[in-house]
């Protein structure tokens, strides 16, 4: 455990995917762009899922960087960061599947978004979030749902919208999941500050 963290708190590694999601963060809002414009006012903070949860871990770097936290801002990385994550990966399988192939916009998507997944498991054990951090985070996500499958604001995915009660369905067990995710790592790190 002192290992991996020695790495991920080296300043280098830091200042290396804090860039990496900034500049992830500004392509997925750009990414969003048309799709930001025919959207509602009162919606436009929903969209742009992805984006949102890699901005959020850009601001806990940067926090890192400068020895502070944000639990709040880090539970809501955490679950976001896991949910959009996988929800992308899967996405775009779908798309594979359903179409036969996939462009390379669809492989690199994800990529970066199966690294997002990752990203958030591998940094859990070191933020400082608790369990009333945890429940905004929770209530982020399962509002974001609302949004997206009430209110019809999901991320448009081309075919893929033929299947869209199922996909509503999926990622509303997949927010339930996520924030599973947030509560276990919590509770690890917990025992671990416990035992040291």
Not at 26 to 52: C, H, K, N
Not at 100 to 123: D, K, N, P, R, T
Not at 175 to 183: F, N, P, Q, R
Request: proline content about 3%; glycine content about 6%.
């Amino acid at each position: 455990m002192n290992l991996l963290k020695d790495f991920l708190f080296h300043r280098t590694v830091i200042w290396l995917l804090f860039w990496v999601n900034l500049a992830g963060t500004f392509y997925g809002f750009w990414w969003y762009r048309y799709q930001l414009a025919e959207t509602p006012l009162i919606f436009q903070l929903f969209v742009p899922d992805s984006p949102t949860a890699s901005l959020f871990i850009t601001l806990v770097l940067l926090a890192f960087l400068y020895g502070r936290s944000i639990p709040y801002i880090e539970a809501l990385a955490v679950v976001s960061l896991f949910k959009y994550g996988v929800w992308a990966v899967v996405m775009n399988m779908l798309m594979l599947i359903q179409q036969g192939s996939l462009g390379w916009q669809g492989y690199m998507l994800m990529i970066s978004h199966g690294a997002m997944a990752v990203e958030a498991v591998l940094f859990a054990a070191f933020y400082t979030y608790r369990l009333k951090h945890l429940v905004v985070g929770a209530i982020w996500v399962l509002h974001n749902d609302i949004i997206d499958y009430v209110f019809g604001m999901m991320p448009i995915y081309g075919s893929l919208m033929i299947h869209i009660n199922e996909i509503g369905y999926f990622t509303f067990w997949l927010s339930t999941l996520s924030i599973a995710v947030g509560w276990k790592l919590c509770r690890k790190r917990e025992k671990l500050d416990a035992i040291s």
